[in-house]
């Protein structure tokens, strides 16, 4: 595809490979730092994010924004994508085809950003990236190490909004996260 960040965003701009691209308002490519070791993948984006352009800027974003400072991260030296980069119709979750559509922008992104941790925020998104049957409510915070990558998954912010009860399990395997990332990449921290 693409050799560097700038050309992939154009590409994608462009992108026509399923109905999603063409009802969304703005592309929501990623954001954050093109060179951070620590990615965080949700499914796709919601009716603000389409607004915007950029992942996680309604209430789930503030909710993850909460998340990260856990962690002792931020926006500014992580990196926050998204399985499918255009909303898909009220919200729904990505159907299969849309996902198998566009999951090949995010590889690409990948492939660009090199990380060393991947945290997927969600099921779908661990499904596409970890496991296809994966169960969150089984797996959550567990480690899988494939080619070089360290891969979790945490609850979706939208879901930790939905259902507070997750909450306490959710602020462990943050804890859990940090740890990771003062282990495999602590690097990280010098870019605050």
């Not at 691209?21 to 954050?32: A, I, P, S």
């Not at 399985?83 to 090949?104: F, H, L, M, T």
């Not at 590889?107 to 169960?135: F, N, S, T, W």
Request: with cysteine.
């Amino acid at each position: 595809m693409s050799g560097d960040w700038e050309s992939l965003r154009a590409a994608c701009e462009g992108c026509q490979r399923c109905e999603l691209g063409k009802t969304r308002h703005k592309l929501v490519f990623g954001v954050g730092l093109q060179t951070s070791p620590v990615l965080f993948v949700g499914e796709g984006p919601g009716q603000q994010e389409d607004l915007q352009g950029e992942p996680f800027v309604g209430a789930a974003g503030q909710l993850l924004d909460e998340m990260l400072s856990i962690v002792d991260l931020g926006r500014r030296n992580c990196y926050i994508a998204n399985i499918v980069k255009c909303r898909p119709p009220g919200n729904r979750d990505p159907k299969p085809e849309e996902q198998e559509a566009c999951v090949g922008w995010l590889y690409e992104q990948m492939r660009l950003l090199r990380p060393k941790l991947v945290i997927c925020l969600g099921r779908i998104a661990a499904g596409v990236l970890i496991e296809p049957d994966y169960r969150i409510t089984r797996r959550h915070g567990q480690w899988v190490f494939r080619d070089g990558v360290w891969y979790t998954s945490i609850y979706h912010p939208s879901a930790l909004l939905r259902d507070l009860s997750r909450r306490p399990e959710t602020f462990l395997d943050l804890l859990a996260i940090r740890e990771k990332v003062r282990e495999v990449c602590p690097e990280v921290y010098d870019q605050i």
